[in-house]
């Protein structure tokens, strides 16, 4: 799309249950928004009296959900497990995060509306989660509410998972799969958050095709501290080098490891769909028209991904030093105490045991301690694509999400990030990682975790319908 363009020229059936209480289920959003459910990678530093306040409001707002379901609390965390009349059906499970980023401080008056104010004006619903990701939150529940409230019997029962603490450790989330796990519920696929966005095709080579994506895996996270030590003092005499001088070269011999380069089977499954159509990119340069090609030339076109910045992270582990503490308050004087962070992301293949090992050997012989941060994870295998997941996401995608008269097109990829999603790969087959509540270009541009965060209307009541269609497609009718 275009700069500033609207997400809603790709809706379609919004007449789709009319009796849906838009006004009313707007303002629900707004108010799981006023709650200021930061969470912190120091879980004893966090105020956790709005979470409290945010879980009570959720039992009021949608009191058929919570009295129909078998409802725990898992540390801070909340499952919500609705029986099905077919025991034999493995459920289907809905996720989302209860906690948001912080606001950074001195910021807050610059958003038009108040960060926790959940404003709900005739266009927009404001405040920081509107986007990642308490809409999606709260549309899970306002569609499984009217599911019930219409008296819909629930052949496949349907698991609520809703995490304490995704932006940070995601203790929540690995606590609440281990409750599934302990209770023997494997769920048939799940779905968490995704990318928010319909995006041009041009990326993979295919202008004018409108995509949005079902991430089926991510990749893997670890940060790499460095620490190093000098004297200090008068920069008039630096004998024994400083300490910054140290860390630079550390950081630059790290970042300058070399990491396999290769087309995963996820990314493959992806340019397979798209090769027949690609006119531009790495595909057309290499003149590859067929879908069986993209196996048969895979390490050319990994190699040719490179140059792409999209495509860059889905064929390799990326590496980027992101902090460094400790330099000297003075221009003349020495630094002493200092350290670094470098943080990867992981392509299928590449250990976290691995890219700590690598760091070390990379620094032999400087005076510098490497140690692994806090908060890694694996990268996580991907399933086959086109399992019952999958498909059902793009069936009803299809419904709800068009351009010129042609379906947008749901094609299965790798996520960069971190997601709560991971967690649960043991348990279930198929973890999808989408979205349905869509954003325009300018919320996009501003960032997921930025100033004046709000969803529009259209767009939030848009995910509903998905999700209520979603849930009488897998649930009611399976």
Known sequence: MGAGAAVARFFTHEDDYPDLPADAACARLGRVLSFPTVSSMDAESVDWGPFDELRSYLREAWPRVFAAGEVSLIDRSLLVVLPGSDPSLDP??????MDVVPVVPGTEGDWTHGPFSGHVDGKFIWGRGAIDMKDQVAGILEAVEYALSH????????????????????????ALAAELERRGIRPAFLVDEGDYRIVDGSEYGVPGRWLMHACLAEKGYVDVVLRTQSAGGHSSNPYGGSSLAVLARGIAAIDAIAWPVE?????????????????????????????????????????????????????????????????????????????????????????????????????????????????????????????????????????????DGEPVTVVPSTVAGATDAANYARICPECLRFSAFVVDD??????????????????YLQGVRFMIRLIETVAVAA
């Open 92 to 97: 289907l499970m809905l996720m989302g995060h």
């Open 151 to 174: 008296g819909w019997e629930l052949r496949r029962g349907i698991a609520l998972a809703f995490g304490q603490d995704e932006e940070t450790e995601q203790r929540g989330s690995r």
């Open 263 to 403: 087309l995963t089977p996820l990314t493959r499954a992806l340019l397979r769909e798209l090769a027949p159509e690609a006119v531009e990119g790495p595909l057309a340069a290499l003149g590859i028209t067929r879908s069986d090609e993209v196996d048969e030339r895979a390490g050319e076109i990994a190699r040719a991904c490179l140059s792409v910045p999209e495509l860059f992270p889905l064929v390799t582990t990326t590496c980027a030093p992101t902090m460094i503490e400790g330099g000297s308050t003075g221009a003349n004087v020495l630094p002493q105490d200092m350290w670094a962070n470098i943080n990867f992301r992981l392509i299928e293949g590449t250990s976290v045991d691995e890219v700590v090992a690598r760091c070390r050997e990379a620094v032999a012989g400087l005076p510098i301690e490497v140690e692994l941060g806090p908060g890694s994870s694996e990268a996580t295998a991907a399933p086959t694509a086109g399992g019952p997941g999958l498909a059902a996401l793009r069936a009803v995608a299809a419904r709800y999400f068009a351009a």
């Open 442 to 459: 300018d919320e996009c541009a501003r960032g997921v975790h930025g100033t004046d965060e709000r969803i529009s209307r259209r767009a």
